[in-house]
T-cell receptor, first 112, second 115 residues
Framework: DQQVKQNSPSLSVQEGRISILNCDYTNSMFDYFLWYKKYPAEGPTFLISISSIKDKNEDGRFTVFLNKSAKHLSLHIVPSQPGDSAVYFCAASEGAGNMLTFGGGTRLMVKP | NAGVTQTPKFRILKIGQSMTLQCAQDMNHNYMYWYRQDPGMGLKLIYYSVGAGITDKGEVPNGYNVSRSTTEDFPLRLELAAPSQTSVYFC??????????????FGSGTRLTVV
């Protein structure tokens, strides 16, 4: 029973356009969400996070949106660059500092 | 560079063999974790530790053992390797309470194949 789901295993986007990666969760106790980025042969690296007291958090080209009623979060990358090509994992926890539950990942390919 | 170091990077094991995956961090993190990543399945927690001498099971602990004798090291032991343990293994660490925006620090992974 996956509590965090990323229903799109892959996404292809043209350079300069917007990339939107989606994540759904089922556990209503989750209140802290993170996105990680993973390149081949490397470990995941932290990208951006959001607490449930917010519905949006921005960091440069990356914005995470949280819709608590729909139990849905999304990561927007604008503009997308070829270097953004990677696997993106969303993760959730019951409070910052507690165990993370990860989604299955979405492979993003940004074409020049 | 400070971070999480995993060894080896690659390993092929025969069914029934044993091995230890090494993990060390130099950030004085109290929390350490072992995950496995299967294709399309995301990261599954195997074991975790909240400090030296304290370990606990995660979601998929069967077939594995861990120990945490120091803050820095968190080895993962596979006894009697099985093909189902073919996976990429990631070690991670974090502060006792995650600093608000920084999540876990991951190692670069160990790719294990059991044949």
């Amino acid at each position: 029973d996956q509590q965090v789901k990323q229903n799109s295993p892959s996404l292809s986007v043209q350079e300069g356009r917007i990339s939107i990666l989606n994540c759904d969760y089922t556990n209503s106790m989750f209140d802290y969400f993170l996105w990680y980025k993973k390149y081949p042969a490397e470990g995941p690296t932290f990208l951006i996070s959001i607490s449930s007291i917010k519905d949006k958090n921005e960091d440069g080209r990356f914005t995470v949106f949280l819709n608590k009623s729909a139990k849905h979060l999304s990561l927007h990358i604008v503009p997308s660059q070829p270097g953004d090509s990677a696997v993106y994992f969303c993760a959730a926890s019951e409070g910052a500092g507690n165990m993370l539950t990860f989604g299955g990942g979405t492979r993003l390919m940004v074409k020049p | 560079n400070a971070g999480v170091t995993q060894t080896p990077k690659f390993r092929i094991l025969k069914i029934g063999q044993s091995m230890t995956l090494q993990c060390a961090q130099d950030m004085n993190h109290n929390y350490m974790y072992w995950y496995r990543q299967d294709p399309g399945m995301g990261l599954k927690l195997i074991y975790y530790s909240v400090g030296a001498g304290i370990t606990d099971k995660g979601e998929v602990p069967n077939g594995y053992n861990v120990s945490r004798s120091t803050t820095e090291d968190f080895p993962l032991r596979l006894e009697l390797a099985a093909p189902s343990q073919t996976s990429v293994y990631f070690c991670a660490s974090s502060y006792t309470r995650q600093r608000a925006n920084y999540g876990y620090t991951f190692g670069s992974g160990t790719r294990l194949t059991v044949v």
